[in-house]
């Protein structure tokens, strides 16, 4: 069971770009999602991917202006954020699980793993 742990939050300013990291698997049977999450709200689908086959997904409210990528040898998922406005201010969680099905990629509850979460701050 690996321990995901994410980087990179901070304040941007509107139409900034931020790239948040999650050191978060141990191979390329993971699947790594990105949730975030505002007070008061439920966590919210940002973006995930499924590393056997590169198979991407991304949220509706970010598809355009956020792109994943990663690093096998440092076992690490980034999450390029562009354009990024005030809606998109929230923590953002890096999740992980070995076995997921496609049809519940952007289900929080499906993940086994979380990160403490990092600060994505984005002011007017």
């Known amino acids: 069971q690996v321990q995901p742990v994410e980087s990179g939050g901070s304040l941007v300013q509107t139409g900034g770009s931020l790239r948040l990291s999650c050191e978060a698997f141990?191979?390329?049977?993971?699947?790594v999602a990105w949730f975030r999450q505002t007070p008061g709200r439920e966590r919210e689908f940002v973006a995930a991917?499924?590393?056997?086959?590169?198979?991407?997904y991304y949220g509706d409210s970010v598809k355009g202006r956020f792109t994943l990528s990663w690093d096998n040898a440092k076992n690490t998922v980034f999450l390029q954020m562009d354009s990024l406005n005030v809606e998109d201010t929230a923590v953002y969680y890096c999740?992980?699980?070995?076995?997921?099905?496609?049809?519940?990629?952007?289900?929080?509850?499906?993940?086994?793993?979380w990160g403490q979460g990092t600060q994505v701050t984005v002011a007017s």
């Open positions: 991917v499924k590393l056997s086959g590169g198979f991407k």
């Open positions: 999740a992980a699980s070995q076995t997921i099905i496609t049809s519940s990629i952007r289900t929080s509850s499906a993940y086994s793993s």
């Open positions: 141990g191979g390329r049977r993971y699947t």
